[in-house]
């Protein structure tokens, strides 16, 4: 109940020792952070919220003390500047939430770590389901992800490369991770680690035997321009001897394991890594890329083609000859009629399964779906959450592929299209700060044509 939760809090939260004794004061005894954990740990959702609330509000930073601090810094601007050092380390330590030590102390007993990142996970999920709006648990979330960040700098994570031979542990947990394309059985996983195949995870000593983010790599000719090639049941396990033939890493999965650790970017220390690593075991080796999928283009190009209908704007997304053949494809008037019969066919599938109507679909579906990766956006980013993913590690928006996954997931997603995120080493830091600085896409030759071509036919 609510004064249990009071009770502990004031018992475990140890008040912040004065600025004077901050160096000198005893670390509270451990069972003070196993008793948190074991309370924490026996509540239910509803009481982790009034809990992380009570704990963030009235443990958190002491504003009173913190106004008055900032006043006497004021105060002192005209003072020498020993003295104004002093009251300026007296506010940095005055804005040191109570409960930033409790964290500290926690990550040091056995599991404490992982209960951290399963706290913020906790946290991130009451902050994006709006179950609380007090700005107090953004604080919370603040200060776990600045400590997390710290413990999981890429000096102290290990990089293991998973391999048919690693503990059947490890190889349950990373074909339970896979997120992008589902492991089936046995014989695939035993592919994906296989020949001309690479799967490297980061680890952390104080999380042992967990994956923290998992990568799975092709190593090809060329750039893969479909996954069927990639992740199809049966193929050859030939050996890797041949290394002409080895010329290209593809990235064809990446998924991290652990949400609470959302925004500390693993997923791009973790591919920068890797390719270092493949460099120097294949030093002729030059051409780095993802293929990626696209989810939810077609969700996104239904509702775009209901707007449309509504808009009476049909034009503006096909031309004349490309609406006739829709309407004679699907024996529908010309107008609103067909474009809610196009919207429906995307819906199923159904044109997959017309020579015809794929033929005339490809062009417009291409450039549909180059302007969704590098049309649309959300804040000035890429909408797609891949896109963003990948451009702000620095990557080019390749190369559009049609007809790259076509498997049924593949077509619903995404009409099947794929799409390379092109690693170019010596652009990528430049690229990144160009993105993420002034929401810029390096985009290929192929994929600004396809976007030109849209803006042309859709007159934007
Ligand atoms: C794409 C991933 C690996 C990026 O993770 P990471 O680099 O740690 O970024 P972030 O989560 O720190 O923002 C992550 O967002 C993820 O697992 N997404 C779901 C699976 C996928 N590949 O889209």
Request: glycine fraction near 6%; charge should be neutral.
């Amino acid at each position: 109940g609510v004064t249990g939760m009071e009770e502990i809090l004031a018992r475990v939260v140890a008040p912040l020792p004065t600025y004077e004794t901050r160096d000198k004061y005893p670390p509270p005894p451990e069972s003070n952070s196993l008793e948190f954990m074991h309370f924490y740990g026996s509540l239910d959702k509803e009481d982790k919220l009034g809990f992380l609330t009570k704990l963030s509000q009235d443990f958190g930073v002491d504003h009173k003390g913190v106004s008055e601090l900032a006043l006497r810094l004021l105060d002192t601007q005209l003072r020498d500047l020993a003295t104004i050092l002093q009251v300026e380390d007296r506010l940095r330590y005055g804005l040191t939430p109570r409960y930033k030590q409790l964290l500290n102390h926690i990550s040091r007993v056995e599991g404490g770590v992982k209960f951290l990142v399963d706290l913020r996970a906790d946290v991130l999920e009451i902050i994006s389901s709006k179950a609380s709006e007090t700005p107090h648990i953004r604080d919370l979330n603040g200060t776990l992800k600045s400590l997390l960040s710290e413990w999981f700098s890429v000096g102290l994570l290990r990089l293991e490369r998973i391999t048919w031979q690693s503990p059947c542990e490890i190889l349950q947990r990373i074909s339970q991770y896979e997120a992008v394309h589902p492991i089936r059985n046995w014989t695939d996983l035993k592919r994906r680690v296989g020949p001309h195949r690479r799967c490297y995870a980061f680890t952390h000593a104080a999380m042992p035997g967990e994956p923290l983010v998992v990568l799975y790599v092709a190593l090809t000719e060329d750039i893969s321009d479909n996954i069927q090639s990639i992740v199809r049941e049966f193929a050859t396990l030939d050996s890797e001897e041949d290394v002409n033939k080895i010329n290209a890493a593809i990235f064809y999965s990446i998924s991290s394991t652990q949400a609470g650790l959302q925004g500390v970017e693993l997923g791009n220390y973790l591919i920068k890594r890797v390719v270092r690593g493949l460099q120097s075991e294949f030093p002729h080796m030059a051409q780095f890329s993802s293929l990626s999928p696209i989810p939810g283009f077609s969700s996104w190009l239904q509702g775009l083609l209901s707007q449309y209908k509504k808009e009476g704007r049909g034009s503006d997304l096909l031309s004349e000859q490309e609406w006739k053949e829709v309407e004679q494809a699907t024996g529908s008037a010309p107008g609103s009629t067909a474009i809610e019969a196009l919207r429906k066919l995307i819906a199923t599938s159904e044109w997959m399964r017309s020579e015809r109507l794929t033929c005339v679909l490809e062009p417009v579906l291409m450039r549909l779906c180059a302007w969704y990766l590098y049309g649309e956006k959300r804040r000035g980013y890429a909408l797609n959450p891949v896109a963003n993913f990948h451009l702000q590690n620095g990557a080019t928006m390749w190369r559009l592929n049609w007809n790259a996954d076509t498997s049924p997931r593949g077509v619903e997603n995404s009409c099947g299209v794929m799409v390379n995120y092109r690693y170019f080493l010596n652009e990528t830091s430049k690229n990144s700060t160009l993105y993420l600085q002034n929401k810029v896409i390096t985009a290929s030759e192929q994929v600004l044509g396809l976007v030109s071509q849209f803006q042309k036919s859709s007159k934007l």
